[in-house]
Each structure stands twice: as C-alpha cells, then as structure tokens.
C-alpha cells in the first residue's frame, strides 16, 4: 500500500512540475445542473445545490475542453474531475491565455450553458493551483487531461 500511494505522490508532484512550465493564468469550476443564481454587488454567485444525479461525464468533459482549446487565443487547457460523492462530480479547469476571457465568451466557445460556470479567477501561484487541482489525481472518478491546438 505505501508503495503505491508513493508512485501517486510521485505521479502528481511531476505532473504538476510538467504543467507548471505552461504559463496556466485564469480558472474555473464547471458543475452541471441544480443549482440557485443570485445577483450580489452587480455580480452573480452560484449556490450548490445537491441534485438527484449531476455527474458529467469524461467524453462530455473532453468535449466542451476541446472546443476550450480551439479558441485563437488560449495555448492549453487543462481539465481535472473530482467526484464529490456517487452522483455528483464537478469540474476544475485552467487555461493560458493573454486576455481575460468572461463567462459568457467561455460558454459560447465550450458550447454549454452560462449557468454551469462559476466565477473566473487569475491563478496566482500556478504551482499552488496545480497542487489543490490535483488533490484527489487517481481517485474513483477522477480524471485530468490536457487540450491544446
């Protein structure tokens, strides 16, 4: 068992060493369905609340990444799904990009709607990103992958 938790640990700390030297600068968290919107100070928040069955799947999630990366201006996308419990999953994903993209421009490019995405934030330490992303890498219904075009 201690063997095999190392080869993670040692998984996770070269990828994230990997994907530290692609420049990742802005992130969000997609989550699929129920949940409630509301305005505060001329900006909307999203609470989650826990549906019946709101889990996205790996080939959906390729998808909306693959047209992510596909827009002009960003160079890679990276994408990692953590399971919250059976039912439910949600999404991290980071991109590089020289602009600052807003959630309207995401949804069209991802062609999903509006409501799945959550606010975006530049990342800050990328390094540290990338470590809280990877939190639960090779768990059960986990999944990471990276787009580019």
């Known amino acids: ?22 420049n990742f ?3 969000s968290v997609m989550r699929v369905k129920n949940f409630k919107e509301f305005l505060i100070d ?13 889990k996205m799947s790996f080939s959906y999630v390729d998808r ?8 002009k201006s960003i160079d890679y996308v990276i994408a990692f799904v953590e399971q919250d ?5 949600h999404l ?20 999903t709607s509006l409501k799945y995405i959550r606010d975006i934030k530049p990342i800050q330490n990328e390094t540290e990103a990338l470590n809280y992303f990877t939190k639960r890498l090779y768990g059960k219904g ?8």
Not at 64 to 71: C, S
């Open 25 to 27: 600068n802005w992130q």
């Open 1 to 22: 068992m201690k063997v095999k938790q190392d080869r993670i640990i040692e998984r996770k700390y070269n990828l994230i060493k990997d994907y530290s030297s692609m």
């Open 42 to 54: 001329d900006k909307y928040h999203r609470t989650y609340i826990r549906p019946y069955s709101s």
């Open 142 to 149: 986990s999944y990471n992958n990276i787009y580019s075009y």
């Open 85 to 89: 419990d059976y039912l439910n999953n």
């Open 64 to 71: 909306v990444m693959d047209r992510l990366a596909k827009r």
């Open 92 to 111: 991290h994903f980071a991109w590089s990009c020289p602009i600052e993209l807003t959630r309207e421009q995401l949804a069209k490019s991802m062609r």
